[in-house]
Every structure is written in C-alpha cells, then in structure tokens.
C-alpha cells in the first residue's frame, strides 16, 4: 500500500499544522453544519418541501433572490465604473476614494441599516429628494435593494481593479493603429479580457446580499410576506421557536452558498486569480 | 486642437465616469458615513456623551472586547496553521481545505448563528447534557463567541495562504540547512516574511468580531447588560426610539470601521512598497 502522495520536503510540522487546522475547523464549522443537514434529515422530504412552498416562506426567497440580483446587477453596471476610474483617471482624492470603497466591509452592518434608514426615511436627506417622486425606499422592497446594493459595491470594484490593471497597453495601442474606434476597442479587446472578474464580482455581490441581514433588517420594516427577507425568516421563526421552519430555510440558504461557492471558485480559475484582497 | 491619444476616452465620456463614480459613492458611501456622527451629535456634545453612562451600553462595549480579544487570537493561530500546512507541503484534498476555509464567508450569518443553536440550543444535540451540568452556551457569552470565531475563521487564513505560497519554502530551507530548529525558522524567517499579511488579516478579523451582528443576534437572547454586544445595543437602542444613543453606540463602530480602512491602506503601501525578494538568477522574470 502506497501513502498518499506527499511532496517531500525538510520542513517539520506537517502532521502539527494540518492536524490542527482540519480538527478546528471541523470542530468549529464543519461539525455543526451537519448538526444543521442532520436536523433537516428529520424533517423528510415530504416536510421540507411543505415548509419551503409555504406562500411566506416563498414570497421571502422571491424578495431575496430579486433584491440580491438587482443589487448584484446595479453593482456590475456602477461597480465597472468606480473601477475605471479608479484605474485609469487620475484626479484628486482618488487614493481616499480607493480607501473608502471596502467601507461596507468595515462598516457594521448593523450601523449601515441604521444609517440608511435615516437618509431614506421621508425626512431624511435623500428620502426628502425621493418622496417628490413619490418614491418610497424605506419599508419597501426598494429600501431592500438599496441596502444590498450597499453592501455588494466592494466586491465587484475590488474583484475588477486588478484585472484592469493588468490590461496590456500595447493590445489597445494594437487595436488603435489597427484602425479600431474607442468604442472597438472596448468591445473586442477590453470588455472580454475583464468579463471573467466583472462576473465572479457579481457573483460574489450576489452571494453575499442572499445571506445579508443586518444593513436590511431596518430598512425593509420585515411585512410578512412583502419586505421580509428569507434571513429575517430564519430569525423569526426561532424566536417562536419553530425549530423545522426555520431548519428547511436555513438548508435551502446554505445548499445555495455551497452552489455559489463553487461557481466563485470556477470563475476565478477562470479568470486566474484566486486571491481577492480585502473580502 | 489637441490630439487625445487612440487610447484614451474622450474627453466628455471621462468627465461623465468621473460624474457618475464620485455621486454614486457620495450617495452610497459617503451620506450613511456622514449621517452616524450627525444623528449621533444632533443633540450636541452633552446627549453623545451620556449615551455612554448608561451601564448597559458598558456591558455591550466590554462584551465586544471580550470576546474579540477571545475570537481573533484563537484564528490566528488556526490561520498560522493551516498557512503552513497548505502553502508548505502537498497533500491530497488541499484544494477541499481552502474552498472549506473560505466557507463561512458564504454562509449567511444567520445561518451561522443557527448551526449553534442546534447544537448547544435547548433542543440541540448537546442541550439536554449541558443542562444536566448546568451549562448554558447558547443566549450566553460562549455561544456569542463560538458564533464570533465561525465567522471569523478566514480572515487570516485567507491573507497568509497566497503569500506563503508565493514564498515558498526556499527561505525555510535555508534556515533548516544552517541548523535552526523547527520552531527557530518558524519565528525567525517565515514570520518576519508574513508580518504584514498576518497584521492586514488581524485588522479585518478583528473588525468583523467586533462589528458581527446576525450571528451574534441570533445566539445572543439580547439579555441587557449581560449578551448585548456593541452592535446588538445600538439594534436595541435604536428599536426604542432612543436614536441620539444608538448613533452615539454606533459612532464608536463607526470609527472602528474608519481606522480600519485606515490601517488596511496604510499595510496595502507597506506590502507594496516592500523591496521585492532579489531575482533567482535565471528566472526570465
């Protein structure tokens, strides 16, 4: 019988460092993930369906899955703009700007929620410009695109700075003297060279804003069936300790980060890079 | 007339993105950064300042430290490990382990915060047995902070895994052939050479332990002045209309936030700026 395959190498702790690592995170994540799938076992199919297809429980992954996208896609669209600039243009301020993008990181998200409800309430300083309109933000599923589009802006930039920085010059000078228009130039050389890092950010946005709780849990005021997140559900139904609900929800969330997960990863072995700074 | 080059936007078309980035981020980012402070001194020095009397509010801030000063230590020495092991030898299932590393940054944290309560909770698998030992993890401090390391778990990890295996093992090598032990090498050359990702990792470890709200939430039983972390206090405060005191709780967190960008900027020009390890010779790079 052959050992597994190990490189060898002098350097000692091996057994030490991996057998460490694997026992805590399994003792700290992977143990009470299956505590979660385990519980969910003892629904059956047959309760898990019943408690997913409720009208709440659907009218809540509806609004969460729509508010991520359209967050996630208003990120794409402005989150590609940022990064321009940010790498081509210089101007002044813009290492403060670059500094201040991962602010939704940094920021609690307890502190966003509270703070966005106050510039969006009717009498807040954007609220105030919106409610001429007669558009209202707070309390409304725009409210809750408004937070997850908050939170999502890092990724996209961040995912994207890089792969704009490494455009090769000479391939758009190449372009040019090839007779190419701006316009061109960008759709043919630029636009896929970046279209893998454009998508995993997105993706990244997107995954993020399904799980989001804290930015939005103020803004979105939590109607049943109208504002209400698929993670306020979770947390609704624990506290009236509705045990099984609350269990199929969380599976049916966690199955889709395990998913989005693995298409993060096959789309940044597809755009090379792996490491993304900061998130 | 000037020329632009063929490579550049004209010159409205630059104007128009630099329009739209710095509004979009105006609004976006600048306006709720804005509004904490202003909400918080809208009823002037006097209110911002008795918003921190209250004992409550106390407990919250001593809470968060605590279990900071639990959660960070405890990933960064998981992040050590698991650096080393990952980025020092190879071994079947490597990649598993990192996507699994990264995993709780995908869950939502309020899943995060279930998982214990399954486990530790009344009904969980081990809730019967810590009730016999009168035990209580969760709607106490511990479930807070095994909720806090969960989420916490990748950031170190995250920042040392690249750059080690950028490294390499030739420096550790070295050490080893010149006859330093294990540990020597350990403190003496693969420290040293990580020292600003391990501290860039810190700083966001630490910023999301203090700053986690789902999770925390969801364990925590929001007794006051016993399982109120900072942020869960401001939710509090907040909800009963005490707005002046939930923004002065959450100016705090604010400037956490603030001073970790501002660290994080200040490591990013360290890591740059750093001499470049000298070039093999050969190396067509």
Redesign the interface.
């Known amino acids: 019988m052959r050992l597994?395959?190990?490189?060898h190498?002098?350097?000692?702790?091996?057994g030490?460092?991996?057998g460490?690592?694997?026992v805590?995170?399994s003792l700290?994540?992977?143990?009470?993930?299956c505590?979660?799938f385990l519980?969910a076992r003892g629904l059956g199919w047959g309760g898990f369906w019943s408690t997913v297809t409720e009208p709440r429980v659907l009218a809540a992954c509806r609004l969460s899955f729509g508010a991520a996208f359209i967050g996630a896609s208003l990120n794409a669209v402005?989150g590609f703009?940022?990064a321009?600039?940010?790498v081509r243009?210089r101007?002044f301020g813009r290492?403060f700007?670059?500094?201040?993008?991962?602010?939704?990181?940094?920021?609690?998200?307890?502190?966003?929620g509270?703070?966005?409800t106050?510039?969006y309430a009717p009498n807040?300083?954007?609220g105030r410009a919106l409610e001429p309109l007669g558009i209202k933000a707070v309390f409304t599923p725009l409210g809750v695109v408004i937070a997850l589009?908050?939170i999502g802006?890092p990724f996209v930039v961040r995912t994207l700075q890089p792969a704009l920085e490494d455009l090769e010059?000479d391939v758009?000078?190449a372009a040019?003297?090839l007779g190419a228009s701006?316009t061109q130039?960008f759709r043919r050389v630029i636009f896929p060279a970046i279209i893998p890092s454009l998508l995993t950010g997105f993706a990244l946005a997107f995954?993020r804003a399904?799980?989001?709780?804290?930015s939005v849990v103020?803004i979105s005021g939590n109607l049943p069936g109208k504002t209400e997140i698929a993670?306020?559900l979770?947390?609704t139904q624990?506290e009236q300790y509705d045990?099984a609900g609350?269990?199929a929800i969380?599976v049916l969330?966690?199955v889709i980060?395990?998913a989005?997960?693995l298409v993060?990863?096959a789309l940044q072995r597809w755009s090379g890079r792996?490491?993304l700074?900061?998130? | 007339m000037s020329l632009r080059p063929a490579t550049a936007e004209p010159r409205w078309l630059r104007t128009l993105l630099l329009a739209v980035t710095l509004l979009f981020l105006a609004a976006f980012l600048v306006t709720p950064l804005v509004a904490v402070f202003t909400e918080a001194l809208r009823k002037g020095a006097g209110a911002y300042f008795a918003g921190f009397h209250d004992p409550a509010v106390r407990a919250a801030i001593r809470l968060t430290l605590l279990t900071a000063v639990i959660a960070v230590p405890v990933n960064v020495v998981f992040g050590l490990a698991a650096a080393w092991a990952v980025a020092k030898f190879e071994f079947p299932g490597k990649s598993l382990l990192t996507t699994l590393i990264d995993l709780p940054l995908a869950v939502s944290p309020v899943v995060s915060g279930l998982i214990y309560v399954l486990v530790f909770g009344l009904n969980g698998w081990l809730g019967p047995w810590l009730k016999a030992h009168d035990l209580q993890v969760i709607f106490a401090v511990p479930g807070i902070v095994l909720a806090t390391v969960f989420v916490t778990l990748p950031f170190v990890a995250r920042e040392l895994i690249p750059l080690m295996q950028e490294q390499g093992t030739e420096d550790e090598e070295s050490a080893l052939t010149l006859g330093a032990s294990g540990w020597q090498t350990f403190w003496r050359v693969t420290l040293p050479n990580v020292r600003w990702a391990l501290l860039y990792g810190v700083i966001l470890c630490n910023a999301r332990a203090m700053g986690e709200f789902g999770a925390v939430s969801v364990v925590s039983g929001h007794i006051r002045g016993k399982t109120n972390t900072v942020p869960l206090q401001v939710e509090i405060l907040y909800n009963e209309y005490n707005f002046v005191a939930a923004f002065a709780v959450a100016s705090l967190l604010a400037m956490l936030a603030l001073v970790t960008l501002a660290a994080k900027s200040f490591i990013e020009w360290r890591m740059t700026s750093a001499p470049a390890s000298p070039a093999v010779p050969g190396d067509p790079t």
């Open positions: 597994p395959r190990r490189q190498s002098v350097l000692p702790g091996f030490l460092t991996l460490f690592a694997v805590y995170l700290v994540a992977l143990i009470p993930m505590a979660l519980r402005f703009v940022v321009w600039t940010l243009y101007f290492r700007i670059d500094a201040i993008i991962d602010l939704p990181f940094a920021l609690p998200t307890a502190v966003s509270i703070a966005l106050t510039i807040g300083w954007l589009t908050f802006l010059a758009e000078e040019a003297s701006r130039t995954a399904l799980g989001e709780y804290g103020f993670p306020l979770i947390v624990l045990y609350a269990t969380a969330l966690l980060s395990f989005m997960l993060i990863n792996r490491h700074r900061g998130v």
